[in-house]
């Protein structure tokens, strides 16, 4: 039971004034957080309007006894917002706008698709997992991950996506989950049956909603050999990537990178002035850069995005190099140990960048 405190002076019910007309009705996979974001206030903004508190224990006597939650968090501590909440009204301040159209846009489409009920194409996966997996994921795209799933690939493109248009992010997982098949941009993808029909095991250690775009798109672009598990080859050359990427709608791809040959200081540098000017920007490496290992003989066989300017000189093969990039659920640095250009590029393959 989650822990409450009956604050000493009750604020009365109702809306307080200043309030938009007309107030929040609560949903699943909403927080006072995700209010936040979608009417561009803070979260103590909201608290402090309705309840007039931000103390934790008062928060959630508020919440039993005003707004009619019932359904605790994972952990037992609080209570959490749901559909079955009732009456379930949060008053937004009147000052609060939305402040990224995309954002709540994305939200929006993660609400209806939640409420909507019943199960989908993909006959294993779940329509509320999938929801609440997306709403972490719109919150923070750093977030998708490919797990076990040999899909980074497809993991940097639909993470490049989901930075730049929430909104077709949302409705492409959504859409694939309902009836089996989405577009992105000019892409269709229509996965397989085996592929929807398939149970992921908890071994992949991937998300559902990460799980349904990623592998959706690889079955997608196979024309002869099918992807229906998350132990099948889900890799792509820069080619691919570079193909993807247009479809989805982005522009000006340039793509130089070498599956054979590791590449040089200058086509790094060149990754980096792309990036300044806002290219989504693909790298190919070898993942012992992630991993603390030396390879004595590298191989080009994972890709991450660009999430920072390179640190580094680059006409100095001495000078240590450094970057964050994102990859496998998360910002990471880039090597993950002090190293010089010159080790570095034995392990860099080359970019694929594109613009949006």
Not at 3 to 25: A, I, M, T, Y
Request: glycine content about 6%.
């Amino acid at each position: 039971m989650p822990f409450e405190k009956r604050p000493p002076r009750l604020v009365p019910k109702g809306p307080p004034p200043g309030s938009r007309v007309p107030p929040h009705r609560v949903s699943d996979n909403e927080s006072f957080d995700t209010l936040a974001l979608k009417y561009g206030v803070t979260a103590k903004d909201i608290t402090l309007h309705n309840f007039g508190t931000s103390d934790p224990a008062e928060l959630n006597w508020y919440l039993r006894e005003y707004v009619g939650c019932r359904v605790a968090t994972a952990d037992k501590h609080n209570w959490r917002f749901s559909s079955t909440a009732a009456p379930g009204i949060i008053y937004i301040p009147e000052r609060a706008a939305p402040t990224n159209p995309a954002l709540a846009s994305a939200i929006r489409l993660i609400d209806e698709f939640s409420k909507r009920g019943g199960s989908g194409a993909f006959s294993n996966l779940h329509r509320a997992t999938i929801a609440s997996e997306l709403m972490a994921r719109v919150m923070n795209p750093s977030l998708i991950n490919q797990g076990q799933a040999g899909l980074c690939p497809s993991a940097a493109v639909v993470y490049s996506v989901a930075r730049n248009n929430l909104p077709e992010y949302v409705k492409a997982v959504t859409q694939l989950y309902e009836v089996g098949r989405a577009t992105i941009g000019t892409w269709e993808l229509e996965p397989g049956p085996d592929l929807k029909s398939y149970k992921l095991p908890s071994t992949a250690r991937m998300a559902e909603a990460d799980w349904i775009i990623m592998s959706s798109i690889r079955d997608s672009e196979n024309w002869f050999i099918d992807y229906q598990s998350e132990t099948d080859r889900g890799g792509a050359w820069g080619g691919e990537v570079a193909r993807w990427l247009r479809k989805a709608g982005y522009s000006d791809v340039q793509e130089d990178w070498n599956y054979t040959m590791n590449k040089t200081a200058a086509n790094l540098q060149k990754a980096d002035a792309l990036y300044a000017k806002n290219y989504q920007v693909c790298l190919l490496i070898d993942s012992d850069l992630l991993s603390g290992k030396n390879a004595t003989l590298s191989r080009p066989n994972h890709w991450v995005v660009l999430a920072s300017n390179i640190t580094t000189n680059f006409l100095s093969p001495t000078s240590n190099v450094a970057m964050r990039v994102y990859t496998w659920g998360s910002m990471r640095s880039l090597p993950d140990r002090p190293m010089q250009l010159d080790d570095f590029v034995d392990y860099y393959y080359g970019y694929v960048a594109a613009k949006y």
